[in-house]
């Protein structure tokens, strides 16, 4: 778990089963836009809670909503929030099995309204430690849609570059074939 930060409004720790409701309310408008992850539009709700949820020495975790929207930094944006309101998830697993075990994959998923407040790092930063603690040596992600350019971004401000892209891998409901990066980072 992450030390409660007040000025971000958040803390980050492992998921429990009971905010399986929290994290399908974030996932489930994400997968059907089917415009960053490469998951069926219609996964159903069951087969996302098997593939989310993680086995040691995978992780699944949470950021939840600290103080209620009324401690030191806090913004109009965040009145309206519970503490311990899911605010956004990720997972971390291991990229392959065998020989390949020692890389770790994650995905990451942040409610809309919190977009654009450094969630998405945090989540990252602290799959980046859980992987370190658990042994894994470096972490590769498989599919990052080009155009989601805050992504990108992000995780190039993490230490990660792009190995690859495979052209026109993935079809955007919107903007049809773009690529998916391979992007990688030692820990």
Same mark, same amino acid.
């Given at each position: 778990?992450t030390e409660?930060d007040p000025?971000?409004?958040?803390t980050?720790? %492992?998921?429990?089963p009971?905010?399986?409701?929290?994290?399908?309310?974030?996932? %489930?408008?994400?997968?059907?836009?089917? %415009?960053?992850f490469?998951?069926?539009?219609?996964?159903?709700?069951a087969?996302?809670?098997g593939?989310?949820?993680?086995?040691?020495?995978?992780?699944?975790?949470?950021?939840?909503?600290?103080?209620?929207g009324?401690?030191?930094?806090?913004?109009?944006?965040?009145?309206?929030?519970?503490?311990?309101?899911?605010?956004?998830?990720? %997972?971390?697993?291991p990229?392959?099995?065998?020989?390949?075990?020692? $890389?770790a994959?994650?995905?990451?998923? $942040?409610?809309?309204?919190?977009?654009?407040r450094?969630?998405?790092?945090?989540?990252?930063?602290y799959s980046?430690?859980a992987a370190?603690?658990?042994?894994?040596?470096?972490m590769q992600?498989?599919?990052?849609?080009?155009?989601n350019?805050?992504a $990108?971004?992000a995780?190039?401000?993490?230490?990660?570059e792009?190995?690859a892209?495979?052209?026109e891998?993935?079809?955007?409901?919107?903007?049809?074939? $773009?690529?998916?990066?391979?992007?990688?980072?030692?820990?």
């Amino acid at each position: 778990m992450t030390e409660p930060d007040p000025a971000a409004g958040w803390t980050i720790r %492992e998921a429990r089963p009971e905010d399986w409701p929290g994290i399908w309310a974030i996932l %489930e408008p994400v997968i059907r836009a089917g %415009e960053t992850f490469t998951w069926d539009r219609d996964t159903a709700e069951a087969e996302a809670r098997g593939r989310w949820f993680k086995e040691a020495p995978g992780q699944t975790f949470v950021a939840v909503a600290v103080g209620g929207g009324d401690g030191p930094g806090d913004g109009p944006a965040d009145a309206s929030r519970a503490a311990g309101e899911i605010l956004g998830t990720g %997972e971390l697993h291991p990229n392959q099995g065998g020989g390949g075990s020692h $890389v770790a994959n994650a995905g990451y998923m $942040v409610h809309p309204a919190q977009a654009g407040r450094g969630l998405a790092r945090a989540l990252c930063a602290y799959s980046l430690d859980a992987a370190r603690d658990a042994g894994f040596r470096a972490m590769q992600f498989n599919a990052v849609v080009e155009s989601n350019f805050r992504a $990108v971004a992000a995780w190039k401000s993490m230490g990660f570059e792009v190995l690859a892209t495979i052209p026109e891998a993935f079809n955007r409901p919107e903007l049809g074939y $773009v690529g998916l990066h391979v992007m990688y980072r030692k820990l």
